[in-house]
Structures are given as structure tokens and as C-alpha cells.
């Protein structure tokens, strides 16, 4: 059904910003919700960053709250994490996911985003 393509990774210094964006091949309507997971070096398990809810509501990590901004253009089937005062333990790989159903998984995957901030 839908791919999901993130874009807009890379280098940054402290302090820094990136905005990541998440195209889908379909429309986003379909999913009950799209979320930004990511991984940290060395780390198995995956966090849920960002979630934006179809339905209009927006969750966020506690360790990212007030400097991330999860996003979207339904027009354009895009979902966008803006990440603001980035910190060296953002680093990590950041994927796009979506869920079709409030009870369902993010069983949605994009391939990841490498996202590095360091001096």
C-alpha cells in the first residue's frame, strides 16, 4: 500500500536545526496516524519521537517536547518533523511510520534518515 520516503537528514552542530520530511506515495487521509520513530547508535529498540494523529492530535517524547514540531500538507501527502536546538543525543537514525488503526502498530516503514548532531 503506501511507501513512505524521508528526506533531509545529515550534519548538524548543538543548537542547530533540520526539518525532516516524509513523503507518502499515497494519501496520508488513509492512516489513522504517521509518526517519526528513530534509533540511537548501538541501540535494538526504536522510540517514538512524533506522532500526528489524522484526527488532529499531535503526541511527542518528553525528551523532545518544546523543540520538535511534528507537521503535515495533506496536499501533498508530506509529513514534517521540524527539530529545533538539536542536541548530540538526537543523533540517531529517524524513520517515518504510519498506522492504519488507533489499535494497530506503525507496521508502515520509510528506510530512515540519518540524523547527526555534533561540534
Known amino acids: 500500500q503506501v511507501q513512505l520516503v524521508e528526506s533531509g537528514g545529515g550534519l548538524v552542530r548543538p543548537g542547530g536545526s533540520l526539518r525532516l520530511s516524509c513523503a507518502a506515495s499515497g494519501s496520508i487521509f488513509s492512516m489513522n496516524a504517521m509518526g517519526w520513530f528513530r534509533q540511537a547508535p548501538g541501540k535494538p529498540q526504536r522510540e517514538l519521537v512524533a506522532a500526528s494523529i489524522t484526527s488532529g492530535s499531535t503526541h511527542y517524547a518528553d525528551s523532545v517536547k518544546g523543540r520538535f514540531a511534528i507537521s503535515r500538507d495533506n496536499a501533498k501527502s508530506t509529513v514534517y518533523l521540524q527539530m529545533n536546538s538539536l542536541k548530540p543525543e538526537d543523533t540517531a537514525i529517524y524513520y517515518c511510520?504510519?498506522?492504519?488503526?488507533?489499535?494497530?502498530?506503525?507496521?508502515?516503514w520509510g528506510q530512515g534518515t540519518q540524523v547527526t548532531v555534533s561540534s
Open positions: 511510520a504510519a498506522r492504519k488503526m488507533p489499535t494497530y502498530s506503525y507496521d508502515v
